[in-house]
C-alpha cells in the first residue's frame, strides 16, 4: 500500500497539509491546469514529499476516475503526507476558501443582482498563470516522455484532441497503445480499474415542480460520481438537469453559475454551490457542495492502494506511463487554448516572460505569483484611466 511519509498521527505534517490547501484554495486561479501546476510547484520542487515520477503517477490515476482532477490530487497528496487525516482535511481545505467565496457572491446576486468585476485583476492574473503551467508541464515533460515512442503518443494526443476526440478515450488509448508497444504479456498482476459507477443517482428520476433538497442532493451526487472532462462538459450536465429535466433554473442563471465558479479560486466545481444557494438557500448550497465533491474522497480512498500496484506491475506500469503521457498532452493543448486568451497585448506578454523568469531563474512561489498579477493588473487599469 502506498504508505504516508508522515505518521498520520503527526501534528506536524497534518499543519503541513492545512495550511498549503487552504492557500491554494484561495489563490488557485486558472482552473484545474494551473491548481496541478502550483501543487507541483509545492510538493516536488519547493517542499519535496514526492518526486515527478510519483506525482504523475497520481495525476494518472486521477486521470482515470471521475471527478476534478485537481481536488483528487490534494486529496491524494493530504494522505501520502498526513494519513486518513489529511486526506480528509486536503481535500476539504482546498474546497472550502472557494465555497466560502461563491457562497458570499450568490449570496450577492440573489440579494442585489450584483455580478462580480474583476476584469482588471484577471487580466494580470491570467498570463501569470501561463508561465506557471508552462513550467510545470515542462518539467513533468521530461520526467513522462522516457522514449520515442512516449514522444510520438504525445504529439498524437495533442493532435487528436485538436480535433475533438474525448478526453477518456485518449487517456485509455495511450495507456493501451503503450503497453501494446512494449510487448508485455502474461503479466496476471496487472490490475488497472476505472471507478465509474453509473448507477449513482438513478432515484433522480422524472420532473419536480418544486425544490427537493433530496433531489438536489442526489442529483449532484450522481454528477459528481460520473463527470469526466472539462468545465464544458459540466455545463453540459448542469443544463441537462437543472434547466431542462427540473426547470429549476433558466441558461441565464446557469451562465452566471458557471462564469462565477470559473473566476473565483479553487474547483469550479463549486459552481455547485451558487446552484445550490439560488435554488435552495444556504441548506441548498451546503448540501450540493458536499454531495459533488463526496465521490471524489470515496474514488481516491479506493483507488490510493492501487497506485504502487500497478507501477509495480510491468504490464500496468506501462500502461500507466501511456496514460501519463496523454494526460500531459491535454493539458498542453489547454495550455495553449488558455495562453490565446490571455497573452493577449504587450503588457500580457511581458507579465508571462516576467512569471516564468521568476519561476526558472529566482523559484519564486508560484502564490506570490498570482497575487502580483492580479496587483500589476489592477495597476495597469488604473494607469490607462489615468
Not at 482515470?64 to 486518513?84: C, D, F, K, Q, V
Not at 479553487?266 to 444556504?282: K, L
Not at 510491468?314 to 503521457?325: E, I, K, Q
Not at 498570482?370 to 493588473?377: C, E, I, T
Amino acid at each position: 500500500m502506498d504508505t504516508p511519509r508522515s505518521s498520520p498521527s503527526s501534528n506536524g505534517a497534518l499543519r503541513e497539509v492545512v495550511t498549503l490547501f487552504l492557500k491554494l484554495g484561495i489563490v488557485g486561479f486558472g482552473g484545474p491546469a494551473a491548481h496541478i501546476a502550483m501543487m507541483r510547484d509545492e510538493v516536488v520542487r519547493r517542499r519535496r514529499w514526492i518526486d515527478d515520477a510519483r506525482f504523475l503517477d497520481l495525476l494518472g490515476m486521477t486521470n482515470l476516475i471521475p471527478g476534478p482532477n485537481s481536488t483528487e490530487m490534494a486529496i491524494h497528496l493530504g494522505y501520502l503526507r498526513a494519513g486518513w487525516p489529511g486526506l480528509v482535511l486536503g481535500g476539504a481545505c482546498f474546497i472550502v476558501p472557494a465555497m466560502a467565496i461563491v457562497l458570499a457572491l450568490a449570496w450577492a446576486y440573489v440579494a442585489h443582482g450584483a455580478r462580480p468585476e474583476a476584469a482588471a485583476a484577471l487580466y494580470g492574473i491570467k498570463p501569470v498563470i501561463i508561465a506557471v503551467v508552462v513550467q510545470a508541464a515542462w518539467a513533468l515533460t521530461r520526467t513522462a516522455v522516457k522514449t520515442p515512442v512516449l514522444a510520438a503518443l504525445g504529439v498524437a494526443t495533442v493532435a487528436l484532441y485538436a480535433f475533438g476526440a474525448h478526453e477518456v478515450l485518449l487517456l485509455l488509448g495511450g495507456g493501451v497503445v503503450i503497453a501494446l508497444a512494449r510487448g508485455v504479456r502474461g503479466d496476471r498482476a496487472a490490475s488497472v480499474v476505472l471507478l465509474a459507477p453509473t448507477g449513482v443517482g438513478a432515484a433522480v428520476g422524472g420532473i419536480a415542480t418544486t425544490v427537493s433538497l433530496t433531489t438536489l442532493s442526489l442529483t449532484f451526487l450522481k454528477i459528481g460520481a460520473v463527470l469526466y472532462g472539462s468545465g464544458y462538459v459540466l455545463l453540459a450536465f448542469l443544463r441537462s438537469d437543472f434547466v431542462e429535466r427540473l426547470g429549476w433554473l433558466t441558461d441565464r442563471q446557469l451562465l452566471d453559475a458557471v462564469a462565477i465558479g470559473q473566476f473565483t479560486p479553487g474547483p469550479v466545481f463549486t459552481t455547485a454551490t451558487f446552484i445550490g444557494y439560488v435554488v435552495a438557500g444556504w441548506s441548498g448550497a451546503l448540501l450540493a457542495t458536499l454531495a459533488i465533491f463526496l465521490p471524489s474522497f470515496v474514488f481516491v480512498a479506493l483507488s490510493h492502494p492501487l497506485v504502487p500496484k500497478i507501477r509495480a506491475s510491468a504490464t500496468a506500469a506501462a500502461f500507466l506511463d501511456g496514460v501519463n503521457v496523454a494526460a500531459l498532452g491535454l493539458m498542453l493543448w489547454v495550455t495553449w487554448q488558455l495562453g490565446r486568451a490571455a497573452i493577449v497585448d504587450i503588457p500580457t506578454a511581458l507579465l508571462a516572460l516576467g512569471a516564468a523568469v521568476a519561476l526558472l531563474v529566482f523559484r519564486v512561489n508560484s502564490a506570490w505569483l498570482v497575487v502580483a498579477g492580479a496587483v500589476a493588473g489592477v495597476g495597469l487599469a488604473l494607469i490607462g484611466r489615468g
